[in-house]
């Protein structure tokens, strides 16, 4: 059974390109518009990790952020953001990952596949 | 001719208007005729001598031998003793009546002697001889007539004193008239030793002045009319000085006999001394000597009354004196008020000029103009020293005045032609550059004098805070520019009790000596002049703070502009990078789609590696902005910080009733660190503490130095009475989204923490749970270069 993947964002574009390529990876992507909406999918349908963006209308990231850990503390979270300044913050002590947003998302999928192995999910 | 018809020409002869003199020697002559009388005389009596005098005698020789007869002459005996008439028929030489008066060899048998006297004095005596006897018709004939001649002389008598009345009366008054015209001393007593003389008859008058206070005498005014007396001889100098010790009037009535005179050989018969008394000192004596005689009254001795008149005349003498001292008197005091209305009256105009500028040449040409202009202090020359703390030296600024003395009257005569007021001369703006520079003014501006120099005068008047005068030396201590001035007055520029310069004036072209009033009033304006300066300085100062204040304020803008635009470049960049990235990221999926041989392949790499490079340049743009943000580490001072910081909560205590204390060490060295996040770090930290103080409590915070591992630190602790955290909950406390509050994000711990490891610092808690806590932390003023 492969791994649920939650991604967050509000540009239906990069939602698409997230879900195409982490489908390609084989992970059972699931797309949230808001945080919000994040949350509801959490509770509802359980996810095995979340793909955060920052940058939001209504609650940001960092607010999801802090109602999903409200809400399962484990549960893994990668922020994801165009700006670089917050990666040192959130990587420490928030999120369990942060990476800058870009066209290219070998990192981003390296940096799942990392957690996959380090939380053993 | 009968007995009627001689008295009827007798009162014709007395009621003539001939001199007495002539009326007596004609009734003698006449009665000597008709009575057939052997001899007939007046003797008149002498007071003084206590004799009588033979004044008019029908023997002339008698007359001329000027014959003195004691009262108790056999002869006049009854006639003096008992005031009545003796006529005499039996007249025998003997023992029993032995008189002169009576010619005892002519053979005469009969004589009579009738006192010329009246209840009240006694005048003299008329006395007469006869051969044969003395009818009784005679003797009431001769009876009658000396009552018709005791009349005559006691008419001429009392004319005289009526006139010498007059004469007194006349004389006061023109002394008194003295008095109200005269307001010299010297015309004065001159006129004043005559008109005395005049009054008292006095052969001499001498009037010595002393000096008040030491006695000596400054004066004497002597007037003689025809005896020299030896008026500095011991005799007369020892009376007035005992005079003026007892301060009493000495009244030598006769010196022959006086105790004061005796051994002296006194050359004046009768004296008299007053002292003139002011203000219980004795100012002066009046001495009179020598009482002359007069036509009727031979006395040559002064009287009481006399003495009195004298004592008057010194009294309003004194009087005189006096108005004259406190004339004098008030004329100085109106005089030293007129001086003081005009040096204030040139204060309020210097001070009001001083007022119309800031600028500080401008402001020392000015107080210069004013220490030297005619109407103003009018020192011939002043020039001005400023002290430069920097280099420790007195630093000539100015100097006004002409370099040659006749450079001096070229400009004097040039200036008495512009009839301006003082104020006229130093309002206008004097700082322009057309004016004159003298050698002088170069010189001095020229001259810089080590504040430590010994023997020079300016320095001399900053250390002592006072004038200093020097009447004999060079102006200045620097021999190679010294000037011909030989004297000149130093007065220190005192503002606020710190001396601030020097004004040195002199008098070099007229050579007017600078006195202690020309001082005074130097040292009066120089307070002044002082402040002035000094309010020119601080402006002068403030107008550069305010300059750079602006500039740091344009720059501040500057910054904030570029933080703006930092701001902005983000927003925009983020706005076009997700673009870019769903761009990229498909073109990429479509990449994996092409062979890659295709030639549509190489289109698609294309726009992967032009989105590549403009997500390059995107996030460069963004990594600038968060290196500003993040970088900017400098030297803060803790204690500021931490000030801002709680000024920025002062109404949230107000409203919460929360005290502060703070206990700052100001000598903490200064960190480096980045201030916006030791200073968000702070903010947090008071923050937590307000909110867990809602209704009241006490902040206090307290910094200090330290040592953490061998490294200067600086510590900051502030502490709550909030009650402190559960134990249970301690440890999580700084973890992120942790919050025991309602509404906290349980950011501000987080970020807290995170800020101070940045500066490679540490955040204690020191928890008193029910009673409140406190958060230390520890700040390196440096961090490694590593770190």
Redesign the interface.
């Given at each position: 059974m492969s791994l649920r993947v939650l991604v967050v964002d509000d540009e239906e574009n990069i939602r698409l390109l997230y879900k195409e390529e982490l489908t390609e990876e084989g992970y059972d992507v699931v797309l949230a518009e808001s945080g919000y909406e994040a949350l509801d999918i959490v509770k509802e349908q359980g996810v095995d990790l979340v793909v955060l963006d920052i940058k939001m209308p209504k609650i940001d990231g960092i607010e999801t952020l802090r109602l999903l850990k409200d809400e399962s503390r484990d549960l893994p979270v990668i922020l994801c953001s165009a700006y670089g300044q917050y990666k040192q913050d959130f990587c420490t002590w928030a999120s369990d990952a942060y990476i800058v947003k870009t066209a290219d998302l070998t990192e981003l999928k390296a940096t799942i596949k990392n957690i996959i192995k380090e939380k053993n999910i | 001719m009968s007995e009627f018809d001689v008295l009827a020409q007798v009162v014709e002869i007395t009621h003539s208007k001939e001199a007495i003199q002539s009326k007596i020697d004609k009734v003698i002559n006449y009665l000597k005729d008709k009575l057939d009388l052997n001899g007939i005389h007046l003797l008149l009596f002498k007071e003084d001598e206590n004799m009588f005098l033979i004044n008019y005698s029908s023997n002339n020789e008698l007359v001329n031998q000027h014959k003195w007869i004691p009262p108790d002459d056999p002869a006049l005996f009854d006639a003096v003793t008992a005031k009545r008439n003796v006529f005499i028929d039996d007249l025998r030489p003997g023992a029993d009546f032995d008189s002169e008066l009576i010619d005892h060899a002519s053979g005469c048998n009969a004589m009579f002697a009738l006192p010329i006297c009246n209840s009240d004095s006694f005048i003299g005596v008329m006395l007469g001889e006869k051969h044969g006897e003395l009818t009784k018709l005679d003797e009431k004939l001769l009876s009658l007539i000396s009552i018709e001649i005791t009349g005559m002389i006691y008419n001429e008598s009392n004319t005289i004193k009526l006139k010498e009345k007059i004469h007194e009366l006349s004389t006061s008054f023109s002394i008194s008239k003295l008095f109200i015209k005269n307001d010299k001393l010297d015309d004065l007593c001159n006129k004043m030793v005559e008109h005395i003389s005049t009054l008292l008859y006095s052969n001499t008058v001498m009037l010595e002045l002393f000096a008040q206070g030491t006695g000596t005498t400054v004066q004497k005014y002597v007037f003689n009319k025809d005896k020299v007396y030896d008026l500095d001889g011991a005799l007369i100098q020892g009376i007035i000085d005992e005079t003026k010790r007892r301060c009493r009037p000495t009244y030598i009535k006769d010196a022959s006999t006086d105790a004061r005179c005796s051994g002296s050989d006194p050359d004046f018969r009768s004296a008299l001394f007053a002292p003139v008394e002011y203000n219980s000192d004795v100012i002066g004596i009046i001495a009179l000597f020598d009482k002359e005689a007069n036509l009727f009254v031979t006395k040559k001795h002064f009287s009481e009354d006399d003495f009195n008149i004298l004592i008057s005349m010194t009294n309003q003498l004194a009087n005189f004196v006096e108005n004259l001292l406190m004339t004098k008197e008030r004329e100085s005091i109106i005089k030293e008020k007129e001086d003081k209305a005009s040096e204030l009256k040139i204060l309020y105009d210097v001070s009001k000029a001083m007022m119309t500028t800031m600028k500080l040449d401008d402001l020392l040409q000015k107080i210069l103009t004013a220490v030297t202009i005619s109407g103003g202090l009018g020192f011939n020359r002043a020039g001005l020293f400023l002290i430069n703390h920097r280099m420790n030296t007195l630093q000539g600024m100015l100097c006004i005045g002409p370099d040659t003395g006749e450079e001096a009257d070229a400009i004097w005569t040039e200036l008495k032609k512009e009839e301006k007021t003082l104020l006229q001369w130093i309002t206008p703006d004097l700082s322009s550059g057309s004016r004159k520079r003298s050698q002088f003014d170069e010189k001095v501006k020229s001259i810089r004098i080590p504040l430590d120099e010994e023997e020079n005068a300016m320095i001399r008047a900053i250390d002592q805070k006072k004038a200093v005068m020097v009447t004999n030396g060079s102006y200045l201590s620097n021999k190679a520019i010294s000037l011909d001035s030989t004297s000149y007055a130093v007065v220190p520029l005192i503002s606020k009790d710190k001396v601030i310069g020097v004004i040195v004036v002199d008098n070099s072209i007229t050579k007017q000596p600078i006195t202690s009033d020309d001082l005074s009033f130097l040292t009066l304006f120089s307070n002044q002049a002082g402040l002035a300066i000094e309010n020119s300085t601080l402006y002068s100062n403030l107008k550069k703070t305010l300059s750079e204040l602006k500039d740091t304020h344009s720059k501040l803008l500057h910054s904030e502009k570029l933080a703006a635009l930092g701001e902005m470049a983000?927003g925009v960049?983020?706005e076009i990078?997700?673009?870019?990235?769903?761009?990229?990221?498909?073109?990429?999926?479509l990449d994996k789609r092409f062979a890659e041989d295709s030639p549509d392949k190489t289109y698609i790499n294309i726009i992967?590696k032009e989105?590549?490079r403009l997500?390059k340049i995107?996030?460069e743009i963004?990594?600038f902005?968060?290196e500003e943000?993040?970088n900017n580490f400098a030297l803060n001072d803790i204690n500021k910080i931490i000030n801002e910081t709680l000024i920025m909560f002062d109404n949230e205590m107000l409203e919460n009733n929360i005290t502060t204390e703070t206990n700052l060490n100001y000598d903490l060295p200064m960190v480096l660190c980045n201030y916006q996040q030791v200073k968000q770090a702070v903010i947090n930290l008071v923050n937590n503490s307000c909110q867990a103080m809602p209704r009241s409590g006490k902040l206090s915070v307290t910094t200090r130095k330290s040592l953490v591992r061998n490294k200067d630190s600086v510590v900051i602790e502030i502490s709550d009475t909030g009650g402190g955290v559960n134990n249970e909950v301690l440890h999580n406390i700084f973890?992120?989204?942790f919050t025991t509050k309602d509404g906290g994000?349980?950011l501000g711990l987080?970020?807290t923490h995170?800020f101070i490891a940045n500066h490679s610092g540490s955040i204690e808690v020191d928890n008193k749970p029910g009673l409140g806590v406190t958060f230390i932390i520890n700040l390196p003023v440096k961090m490694d270069e590593e770190e």
């Open positions: - | 983000a960049a983020h990078k997700n673009p870019l990235m769903a761009i990229g990221g498909f073109a990429r999926r992967i989105v590549s997500e995107l996030n963004l990594n902005s968060k943000r993040e973890n992120p989204f994000t349980g987080a970020i995170r």
